[in-house]
């Protein structure tokens, strides 16, 4: 993504662009965020489902529905942006919360963060090869997708019950 690019897609001249982002990098960092908001639009209603289980099975799916409705913003939140490029921690945080909120209620607060870790982790690596075309072998790849979020989101209940 240059400046030119970007100023010819919204119609104006790249010196333009300037007087609002001081470089490439502070513009990348915008629309990043602005690409973590209209993911957070989807998943945050989720947060108060009252069974902790279904409302992460939904971020999941809305998670996974964002990717496919436009790639290429999916794409630029799972890239390794360098320093400056990168939404604030704010952002990342903002972003973060309905999972979080979620898997705290479904296994607590001491392993919170290392199941929502675990569940980007999959949706992330799946929605990936969804979009790549790596899915090959035939089957229904939306069962597939269910399938292994129920999985892991039982695995997850029935560890808090230990």
């Not at 990348?28 to 993911?39: G, M």
């Not at 799946?126 to 597939?144: I, K």
């Amino acid at each position: 993504m240059t400046m030119q690019a970007v100023a010819a897609q919204v119609g104006v001249r790249a010196p333009s662009l300037y007087k609002h982002y001081p470089s490439r990098a502070a513009l990348i960092a915008a629309i990043t965020e602005s690409v973590l908001d209209d993911l957070l639009r989807l998943i945050a209603p989720h947060r108060s489902e009252p069974d902790p289980a279904a409302g992460l099975r939904s971020v999941a799916a809305a998670y996974r529905t964002f990717a496919q409705a436009d790639p290429r913003s999916y794409e630029l939140l799972t890239m390794n942006l360098p320093p400056g490029s990168r939404p604030s921690a704010t952002s990342n945080a903002a972003a973060s919360a309905p999972l979080l909120a979620l898997t705290e209620r479904l296994v607590g607060p001491d392993d919170a963060l290392e199941a929502a870790r675990l569940l980007t982790a999959f949706a992330n690596g799946f929605v990936s090869m969804e979009l790549n075309g790596s899915f090959r072998l035939g089957g229904d790849v939306d069962h597939a997708y269910r399938y292994g979020v129920d999985v892991l989101v039982d695995a997850l209940a029935q560890r808090r019950g230990r």
